[in-house]
T-cell receptor, first 116, second 110 residues
Framework: DAGVIQSPRHEVTEMGQEVTLRCKPISGHDYLFWYRQTMMRGLELLIYFNNNVPIDDSGMPEDRFSAKMPNASFSTLKIQPSEPRDSAVYFC??????????????FGSGTQLSVL | SQQGEEDPQALSIQEGENATMNCSYKTSINNLQWYRQNSGRGLVHLILIRSNEREKHSGRLRVTLDTSKKSSSLLITASRAADTASYFCATDQAGTALIFGKGTTLSVSS
């Protein structure tokens, strides 16, 4: 299995531009999570989905952030318009169904976002 | 919101020594997990301990959980240079996803 795949690996953009981050979870996993990591705030949960349905988006910082999961194998996190304070590493993670291992998260390698 | 807080923030040891890092949390949990993050990479699950367990082992890792003190510790025995990484504890609350602490950065020198 290729693991959780995120793209792009790095993104540099200018303030005000739209940014779209992409995630392909591990096949068969039914939970998908978006986290943001900064030195100041550590790892913050932004939103998570179960069976493609958003369950909790209370961590999404502002209306500028939106996330979708149109099918079981793809999710996007969009920032529009982007601001310098959005600069961070954004991680996608997934977890499997069932009684065994369903509480463990499998992380992608992250997208390093820099907003100038 | 931060649920778990690791201590110390940074730890430097020599190869062969043991490394101990601690995690404190605020509310009741179902389980507590430890993850490792190598520089520039995603987090990797290490071990999970449930609220009704007190100690768990996995290879060179030993995790303890004290629910009365709302704290956990991760012990890495006979550290290697390859153990250099950041270590995070993560806790769940009923109906929510994992909440991570800010991590302990471990540096193991040869």
């Amino acid at each position: 299995d290729a693991g959780v795949i995120q793209s792009p690996r790095h993104e540099v953009t200018e303030m005000g531009q739209e940014v779209t981050l992409r995630c392909k979870p591990i096949s068969g996993h039914d939970y998908l999570f978006w986290y943001r990591q900064t030195m100041m705030r550590g790892l913050e949960l932004l939103i998570y989905f179960n069976n493609n349905v958003p369950i909790d988006d209370s961590g999404m910082p502002e209306d500028r952030f939106s996330a979708k999961m149109p099918n079981a194998s793809f999710s996007t996190l969009k920032i529009q318009p982007s601001e310098p304070r959005d600069s961070a590493v954004y991680f996608c993670a997934s977890s499997p169904p069932g009684e065994v291992d369903n509480e463990k998260l499998f992380f992608g390698s992250g997208t390093q976002l820099s907003v100038l | 919101s931060q649920q778990g807080e690791e201590d110390p923030q940074a730890l430097s040891i020599q190869e062969g020594e043991n490394a101990t890092m601690n995690c404190s949390y605020k509310t009741s949990i179902n389980n507590l997990q430890w993850y490792r993050q190598n520089s520039g990479r995603g987090l990797v699950h290490l071990i999970l301990i449930r609220s009704n367990e007190r100690e768990k082992h996995s290879g060179r890792l030993r995790v303890t959980l004290d629910t009365s003190k709302k704290s956990s510790s991760l012990l890495i025995t006979a550290s290697r240079a390859a153990d250099t990484a950041s270590y995070f504890c993560a806790t769940d609350q009923a109906g929510t996803a994992l909440i991570f602490g800010k991590g302990t950065t471990l540096s193991v020198s040869s």
